[in-house]
Nanobody
Framework: QVQPVESGGGLAQTGGSLRLSCAAS????????MGWFRQAPGKERDVVSV????????YYKDSVKGRFTISRDNAKNTVYLQMNSLKPEDTAVYYC?????????????????WGQGTQVTVSS
């Protein structure tokens, strides 16, 4: 059973940084794309960033480009989201998810295993 587990959320001030980690079980972690999504209160769960199986290809939501960086360490079965220059509008529950395949997808349907989420709150 694959179960991504997120960590690293918390409270940050505007302009601050947080680093999210997602550990996913399974010997085939490196075969799959991984993604970070977020959901703010009253809003849909939306893609933030995605990385393909070997880390060569990445996708970022426009509003986080230049501030967030996704990376992965296949030897540790872990994907990261470094978040810099945080803004209050980044406040949300952040979810890690494993893709159904190795290539990038920006659709929720392109991911089939989800973590429980970690809260990120950015104060103004």
């Amino acid at each position: 059973q694959v179960q991504p587990v997120e960590s690293g959320g918390g409270l940050a001030q505007t302009g601050g940084s947080l680093r999210l980690s997602c550990a996913a079980s399974g010997r085939t972690f490196s075969n799959y794309a991984m993604g970070w999504f977020r959901q703010a209160p009253g809003k849909e769960r939306d893609v933030v960033s995605v990385i393909n199986w070997n880390g060569v290809s990445t996708y970022y939501k426009d509003s986080v480009k230049g501030r967030f960086t996704i990376s992965r360490d296949n030897a540790k079965n872990t994907v990261y989201l470094q978040m810099n220059s945080l803004k209050p509008e980044d406040t949300a529950v952040y979810y890690c998810a494993r893709g159904v395949g190795s290539a990038l997808s920006t659709l929720r349907s392109g991911f089939n295993y989800w973590g429980q989420g970690t809260q990120v709150t950015v104060s103004s």
